[in-house]
């Protein structure tokens, strides 16, 4: 997974947070500490430190060394983590490729749940001992995902307005994948503090805490299209206070920056703000968006 820290679940978590908000505070839900809420984005690289030099330069991240082990590192932005770099691409034969984790309390039990409802676990459980223990899966749509049981990264959230990240599933059909996740997940039955979804204009937003922390979206993917935006997929943006500057340093860094907006090239209104986002690939190939934040977030 990647940069997992801290006490384990719900119970364990107020004493870690008051300790580790002591050294920067951060507002908004801390997303990770719910079962069933999103938990961890990681990086599966082929390199650590050609990885950190790209993200470091496009995202203005520091990096600290992961509890994991020396393949690991976690991403920071201004102290708050932000999202794991994992170098086991090779090791787990998994493509280069960014994947949002989910927080469960019984991974075994989440794996079984997975395969009852039509998708397909491609690694684990493996063990992270003491830490936790992850499973790498697909959706039956194909777009991949990870779970995670253990101990969470404190200080951890995506979302709207001043979160550094945000999380969305293109998909064939959002109710269909919200019917699936909330299964493997257990939206419904999760404890009141988890999480809230709500079906709003053909798509589904998952809060917590009132606030939007991922949405799933419908829309024209294709499972075998050549094009990877065009296939489904949890899709990750990154927020950079200067586009411009980013972006060049994606190419400056030996990344590219990839035409046809989130969707591939099938119009959305939201691919209309070029100004505001824009679509680019690692020097290994690994999707994910650059968005500018607005006026007063930081």
């Known amino acids: ?36 809420a999103p938990c961890w984005l990681s990086l599966a690289a082929r390199d650590l430190d050609t990885a950190q030099r790209f993200y470091g330069a ?56 997975i395969r009852e409802r039509g998708g397909t676990v491609g690694v684990g459980p493996v063990a992270y001992p003491p830490r936790g223990r992850a499973a790498l899966a697909t959706d039956p749509e194909g ?23 945000w999380l969305e599933l293109h998909t064939r059909d959002a109710f269909a994948a919200a019917v699936f996740y909330g299964g493997v997940l257990r939206w419904a039955e999760a404890d009141p503090g988890c999480c809230d979804v709500s079906y709003e204009e053909e798509r589904v937003v998952l809060r917590r805490e009132g606030q939007a922390v991922a949405r799933l979206d419908s829309g024209p993917v294709e499972s ?32 590219s920056l990839v035409p046809g907006g989130e969707w591939g090239g099938v119009h959305r209104p939201e691919d209309d703000d070029t100004d505001r986002r824009v679509v680019v690939r690692d020097p290994d190939g690994a999707l994910f968006t650059l968005e500018v934040e607005d006026a007063g977030e930081g």
């Open 224 to 255: 075998a299209s050549p094009r990877p935006q065009l296939r489904p997929r949890w899709l990750v943006r990154f927020r950079v206070p200067d586009l411009a500057a980013s972006k060049a340093a994606v190419v400056e860094h030996g990344g």
């Open 1 to 36: 997974m990647g940069g997992a820290r801290g006490g384990k679940g719900r119970g364990a978590t107020s004493g870690r947070r008051a300790r580790d908000e002591e050294v920067v505070a951060v507002t908004g839900p801390m997303t990770a500490e719910a079962a069933g």
């Open 143 to 165: 777009a991949a995902f990870g779970v995670w049981e253990g101990r969470l990264v404190s200080r951890w959230h995506v979302g709207e307005r001043q979160a550094p990240a």
């Open 58 to 113: 496009v995202l203005g991240w520091t990096f600290r060394p992961a509890s994991l082990g020396e393949a690991y590192a976690v991403g920071e932005r201004d102290g708050v983590p932000v999202a794991g770099i994992a170098a086991v691409a090779a090791e787990l034969a998994v493509p280069v490729a960014w994947t949002v984790f989910f927080a469960v309390d019984d991974a075994d039990a989440a794996v079984a749940r």
